[in-house]
């Protein structure tokens, strides 16, 4: 009796393998930076985002009394000048907690810290911001903006240098002094966290800036204060 003859099948050789391996390799080397690119890209477009929401937040209770924002302003005349909390970066925003509406924009989706968590209500509940604390906001606060100058610095990207603690008119004694000295002197600059070597910045007139550092140092010029700028930050 006849049988059908079976086929034999082959087996890829050591070598062929060894070419697959490699152009799977190759393939990655290809589209993985340009995955990780379109990643960090669309993490400065949601940041943008962010930052119009907030700084139009912001701007909106200025514009509402008398071009100054609410660490300027005493408790009867809606603002924390005289509060205790003012000196939190995180309290500073609770503030404004009915103009900005939704908690999970003040974290950056690029946001590198270990701790960073995304609050989800204002409260003091498990997910609360009045929980989380610092750990859900990721934008620091021009504390000397006011409106009456278009050009001011609102809200930015907290990955910019800084030269420690310094005295400021807002009476918040956790201000953090930005020099931008053209002249010989320390100058503003991204430091390699969050967008790398670019960030977001808010600005008065209600426009948001995607900026270099060249662009950081130009924004800053327009409102600084004897070369230097007065923000808030938190003790990440």
């Known amino acids: 009796m006849l049988f059908p003859r079976r086929s034999a099948r082959r087996a890829f050789s050591r070598l062929e393998l060894l070419a697959c391996v490699l ?17 960090a890209r669309n993490d400065r477009v949601r940041c943008f985002n962010n930052l119009r929401q907030i700084g139009n937040a912001v701007r909106q209770f200025a514009l509402e009394h008398e071009g100054f924002p609410q660490w300027r302003f005493q408790a009867g005349e809606d603002g924390n000048y005289n509060n205790p909390g003012k000196h939190d970066l995180w309290f500073q925003y609770w503030w404004l907690r009915d103009l900005i509406k939704d908690p999970r924009i003040l974290m950056d989706p690029g946001e590198t810290r270990a701790n960073a968590r995304v609050a989800a209500s204002w409260d003091l509940g498990p997910h609360g911001l009045m929980s989380y604390k610092n750990s859900a906001v990721a934008y620091i606060l021009g504390l000397d903006s006011t409106t009456l100058f278009p050009q001011n610095l609102l809200v930015a990207d907290r990955h910019v240098s800084d030269v420690g603690v310094g005295s400021c008119s807002s009476g918040i004694n956790t201000a953090v002094r930005i020099f931008n000295n053209p002249f010989g002197g320390p100058e503003a600059r991204w430091l390699n966290e969050v967008h790398g070597a670019f960030g977001n910045l808010a600005l008065t007139d209600g426009s948001v800036v995607a900026a270099d550092t060249d662009a950081l140092r130009r924004a800053l010029r327009s409102n600084e204060d004897n070369n230097e700028l007065h923000v808030m930050m938190a003790d990440w």
């Open 23 to 39: 152009a799977f390799t190759l393939v990655a080397l290809v589209v993985l930076p340009t995955l990780a690119t379109s990643h």
